[in-house]
């Protein structure tokens, strides 16, 4: 099919102040998309839209029959390319449409590159899928087009991915103790365990979340960025916007004394990412984190999602559960006459790759609150 279309690429600039500034074929573009992947819906782009100061541009490559490819890119005081949805994200993903063929691909990611040179820009494109075909089409395309590129192998994702959503239910309910987890609250709390996929409480709910968090950091040299009222109003807008695209699920644990254990779930095509959670530490005996595992598998089971993707990091608890992982990649990219930008991105790397380097940068020079 790719071979008869004529495609024409084209960057614009976003709107600032527009809730609409992607425009409908974006999102027919979206709900056309095999991956519908949350961190690139149009209200959560919307959203990072009108809460940056810096410039948001949409690349796209559209046919006759419209858009089939795009990428919102935000371009900081410097010149320099990321993904948008580096504001908040577990993976971020070009989006191409379901039947667009690799000769489609190709043609996007051809004239996104020859922008990116032409423009004299670098990409540094986070978040990748390190085992995903796009990301090796996106490499030799680089290679092709005489292009400099470096990637680090940045984090991962734990995933729990099973034949069908009874066996990933039937895997977790396995596990002795998340069931002890669930009967201890309900025995010696009363604990009520819910779920939301809609708007309702969602303020209160959101607020709720923010100071169990604030709670569970207080006193440590990593606290809560929810101490600050603008990130609590980011928060806020982010499960509002997924939540307009029909993609968020809150799971959480109420006994008599409030809101104790929560869970921010976003669903995508037959996965719930398991984006975000936090406790209250006066109820950190009852691990509430882990008995909201077995309530979100209880749901997934009743909801037809047979893949539990526990987002990006390596935190020890969520192989309690996963039984594999996707790797993340960070891929720098530019031009092999910018030497300023390999030689900063070829420290990254080697930063990265040293486990006695990154342990001092993660303990002396990465200071910032936890997420």
């Given amino acids: 099919m790719d071979s008869r279309d004529e495609f024409t690429f084209r960057t614009t600039d976003l709107d600032p102040g527009s809730d609409a500034a992607l425009g409908a074929d974006y999102t027919m573009l979206w709900e056309g998309s095999a991956a519908r992947c949350p961190f690139q819906s149009p209200a959560i782009l919307g959203w990072f839209n009108r809460s940056i100061r810096d410039r948001a541009r949409l ?79 996106l490499l030799a395309i680089v290679k092709e087009q005489g292009m400099w590129a470096t990637v680090v192998d940045n984090s991962a994702c734990p995933v729990l991915e099973a034949a069908s959503p009874e066996e990933l239910f ?48 207080e006193g440590t040299d990593t606290p809560s960025r929810f101490r600050d009222l603008e990130r609590r ?17 809150r799971f959480s644990v109420r006994t ?15 996965t719930l990412i398991h984006h975000s959670t936090t406790y209250h530490p006066c109820h950190a005996k009852f691990s509430p984190g882990k008995a909201l595992l077995h309530t979100m598998a209880g749901w997934m089971r009743d909801n037809g999602l047979r893949i539990l993707d526990f987002g990006d990091g390596r935190e020890p608890y969520k192989y309690s559960v996963a039984t594999s992982e996707r790797p993340l990649q960070r891929i720098f990219i530019g031009r092999r006459s910018d030497l300023r930008f390999r030689a900063s991105s070829s420290m990254i790397r080697m930063v990265r790759g040293n486990q006695l380097l990154y342990g001092m940068y993660q303990r002396h020079l990465k200071r910032r609150w936890r997420s």
């Fill in 170 to 217: 039937a895997q977790v309910d396995a596990q002795r103790e998340l069931r002890y987890r669930v009967n201890k609250l309900r025995n010696q709390k009363q604990a009520e365990f819910e779920v939301f996929t809609d708007q309702v409480d969602l303020e209160t709910w959101t607020a709720d979340f923010q100071q169990a968090h604030i709670s569970r950091w």
């Fill in 59 to 137: 690349f796209a490559l559209r046919d006759d029959r419209g858009m089939q490819a795009a990428v919102v890119l935000r371009q900081d005081a410097s010149g320099g390319l990321s993904f948008l949805s580096d504001l908040k994200t577990d993976v971020n993903r070009f989006l191409f449409h379901r039947e667009l063929e690799e000769g489609g691909k190709r043609a996007f990611f051809i004239g996104l590159l020859r922008t990116v040179i032409a423009e004299g820009r670098t990409l540094t494109l986070n978040s990748q899928l390190g085992d995903h075909p796009d990301t090796a089409l």
């Fill in 256 to 270: 008599k004394d409030g809101r104790t254990g929560f869970v921010i779930g976003l669903r995508a095509p037959g």
């Fill in 233 to 249: 109003q980011f928060l806020l807008g982010c499960l509002q916007a997924w939540a307009a695209n029909g993609l968020l699920v």
